[in-house]
């Protein structure tokens, strides 16, 4: 595994995000959801169905789903070696492993390299686009004290 720095960008209750910086750029964010619920097949893991997995009931997995979305900054420098590596760092982040189930997908999107680039003038803004891509999108309220160097 190559040298990474991990920076945590936002740490809400089920939430978590961290931004990650390789040869001192940074190359991704990677989003952590805990959703409280388990994964179901066909909504989470659709790409198991019908070749691994035939029905929900065969799936039969009651462990607590985590999500992890790998938001891609530079897609001209992503090789399969980084995103085997931004895995392996996604993956380590997470505990109890037994009684999780993981879920892990890359995206790419400039709006998001856009938002991050403009994060420090515009917290909310881009925290408010970040949260967009979770399942349980809820609506926060930010004050000035609640983006300070401590809550991050």
């Not at 009931?57 to 938001?71: F, G, K, P, Q």
């Not at 996604?90 to 879920?103: F, L, R």
């Amino acid at each position: 595994m190559l040298n990474y720095r991990l920076k945590l960008e936002l740490n809400l209750k089920n939430k978590m995000l961290f931004a990650v910086e390789y040869q001192s750029r940074d190359i991704a964010l990677i989003l952590f959801e805990d959703h409280h619920r388990p994964g179901e097949l066909m909504r989470d893991f659709s790409t198991f169905y019908p070749n691994y997995y035939t029905s929900e009931a065969e799936w039969d997995d009651d462990r607590n789903l985590i999500s992890t979305l790998i938001l891609i900054l530079e897609k001209e420098t992503m090789n399969p070696e980084i995103k085997d590596d931004l895995v392996c760092l996604a993956d380590s982040m997470i505990e109890y492993k037994p009684a999780v189930n993981t879920k892990v997908t890359f995206s790419y999107d400039p709006k998001v390299n856009q938002y991050y680039s403009e994060r420090n003038e515009h917290r909310e803004q881009f925290l408010h686009f970040i949260l967009s891509f979770c399942e349980n999108n809820e609506t926060l309220h930010f004050n000035e004290e609640s983006l300070n160097h401590l809550s991050q």
